[in-house]
């Protein structure tokens, strides 16, 4: 069984820097894609950034990209996000999860194992 556990959210005035971990552990191998997703009260879970099963490349929503960063380590089963020049409108619990799939989706419904989130605050 896939589990997932998300540390690293808190409270950073805007502009600041957070880095969120996501630790993997019942996965066979590190063949896998792994997407970070984003949930704001009231509004719909939103892609946030995704590494490839296959090639092992980022991809990022269009509202994060220059600002945020995924990153692996296969050898620790690990997902990173580096998130700089936060804003306020970054607010969300935060959830790292797998895919199987062999293309790079933005779908919630592509992604079969979550972690339980962490929540992110940006105080303006």
């Known amino acids: 069984q896939v589990q997932l556990v998300e540390s690293g959210g808190g409270l950073v005035q805007a502009g600041g820097s957070l880095r969120l971990s996501c630790a993997a552990s019942?996965?066979?191998?590190?063949?896998?894609?792994v997407g970070w997703f984003r949930q704001a009260p009231g509004k719909e879970r939103e892609f946030v950034a995704g590494i490839t099963r296959s090639t092992g490349n980022p991809y990022y929503a269009d509202s994060v990209k220059g600002r945020f960063t995924i990153s692996r380590d296969n050898a620790k089963n690990t997902v990173s996000l580096q998130m700089n020049s936060l804003k306020p409108g970054d607010t969300a619990v935060y959830y790292c999860?797998?895919?199987?799939?062999?293309?790079?989706?933005?779908?919630?419904?592509?992604?079969?194992?979550w972690g339980q989130g962490t929540q992110v605050t940006v105080s303006s």
């Open positions: 019942g996965l066979t191998s590190s063949n896998y894609a």
């Open positions: 999860a797998v895919s199987m799939s062999l293309y790079p989706s933005r779908r919630p419904q592509d992604f079969g194992s």
